[in-house]
């Protein structure tokens, strides 16, 4: 079992940035692809971001390569995901998942466990 808590969501104006973590309990952690997702009021929950078990490979929709970066620490069992050139199209409750693989969770495939969610609202 990987229970999944989510912080660092908040305000924030439109081109700034935040830092979301996803803290995990439960030694099997880095054995897990970790991936963060978003929803957005009246719309499906979207893909954000993955990385692999080792964090040696990432997967970014366009919408958000080259603005977020996701990256892990095991030995903490957390996960970021770093969002720089905030829009408020970003704004959403972001959920963090872990799952068999992160090419997998790109497809919304392979997801065993779901955190709660952190609202992130980016203002004009």
């Known amino acids: 079992q990987v229970q999944l808590v989510e912080s660092g969501g908040g305000l924030v104006q439109a081109g700034g940035s935040l830092r979301l973590s996803c803290a995990a309990s439960?030694?099997?952690?880095?054995?897990?692809?970790v991936g963060w997702f978003r929803q957005a009021p009246g719309k499906e929950r979207e893909f954000v971001a993955a990385?692999?078990?080792?964090?040696?490979?990432?997967y970014y929709p366009d919408s958000v390569k080259g603005r977020f970066t996701i990256s892990r620490d095991n030995a903490k069992n957390t996960a970021y995901l770093q969002m720089n050139s905030l829009k408020p199209e970003d704004t959403a409750v972001y959920y963090c998942?872990?799952?068999?693989?992160?090419?997998?969770?790109?497809?919304?495939?392979?997801?065993?466990?779901w955190g709660k969610g952190t609202l992130v609202t980016v203002s004009s």
């Open positions: 998942a872990a799952g068999v693989s992160a090419q997998g969770m790109g497809a919304n495939r392979g997801i065993d466990y």
């Open positions: 439960g030694r099997t952690f880095s054995t897990y692809a």
């Open positions: 990385i692999s078990w080792r964090g040696g490979i990432t």
